[in-house]
T-cell receptor, first 114, second 115 residues
Framework: SQTIHQWPATLVQPVGSPLSLECTVE??????LYWYRQAAGRGLQLLFY??????ISSEVPQNLSASRPQDRQFILSSKKLLLSDSGFYLC?????????????FGDGTRLSIL | GENVEQHPSTLSVQEGDSAVIKCTYS??????FPWYKQELGKRPQLIID?????GEKKDQRIAVTLNKTAKHFSLHITETQPEDSAVYFC??????????????FGAGTRLAVHP
């Protein structure tokens, strides 16, 4: 069966520090991968999606970047964190086929910026 | 642009009552409609989904209905229990500019089931 792993589970970082969050998927090949951010009590904001190695698309302009160095690895990064980067970051994957497909979420990383 | 509206934003019911959450989508090409449940501090989890060739789907106490003509779909929870308390998100399938599939999420409904 397919599984998705995210780490770390929680992170407290000072303003201006760098960030690296990692997500890996097991049990499937060629998945679509997604990064979402969720502010406290709010909905899901899509940040990035990827349909293959090295292929990254950004949905919103921001202080963050994403990379996909391997088929089942997705990394979210920042060179200098802002207070507004605080939130719950969720990685998700879906099967890459025609037609709508469910997205399956990781357990998330709760990021607090001080 | 593509949009999914979800109502109500909050819903409070007594244990044993039914709960209904409604969503409206804008893209007539949407063909897949999942529902996610997110408990406090946890990840969203898929609880039921429906495709556009089906009008209704049931799984024990939960059911989803779809009206393609009106572009409405709804989640129905019967015999609610305190453990049903969570935030529920609807979504509709859409397309990125490169033609790849995506999900457009509603803003969420916070359901509280009181004993």
């Amino acid at each position: 069966s397919q599984t998705i792993h995210q780490w770390p589970a929680t992170l407290v970082q000072p303003v201006g520090s760098p960030l690296s969050l990692e997500c890996t998927v097991e049990g499937t090949s060629n998945p679509n991968l997604y990064w979402y951010r969720q502010a406290a009590g709010r909905g899901l904001q899509l940040l990035f999606y990827s349909v293959g190695i090295g292929q990254i698309s950004s949905e919103v302009p921001q202080n963050l970047s994403a990379s996909r160095p391997q088929d089942r690895q997705f990394i979210l990064s920042s060179k200098k964190l802002l207070l507004s980067d605080s939130g719950f970051y969720l990685c998700a994957w879906s099967v890459r086929t025609a037609g709508g497909q469910p997205q399956h979420f990781g357990d998330g990383t709760r990021l607090s910026i001080l | 642009g593509e949009n999914v509206e979800q109502h109500p934003s909050t819903l409070s019911v007594q244990e044993g009552d039914s709960a209904v959450i409604k969503c409206t989508y804008s893209d007539s090409a949407s063909n897949y409609f999942p529902w996610y449940k997110q408990e406090l501090g946890k990840r969203p989890q898929l609880i039921i989904d429906i495709r556009s060739n089906v009008g209704e789907k049931k799984d024990q106490r939960i059911a989803v209905t779809l009206n393609k003509t009106a572009k409405h779909f709804s989640l129905h929870i019967t015999e609610t229990q305190p453990e049903d308390s969570a935030v529920y998100f609807c979504a509709a399938s859409g397309r990125f500019s490169g033609g790849y599939n995506k999900l457009i999420f509603g803003a969420g409904t916070r359901l509280a089931v009181h004993p």
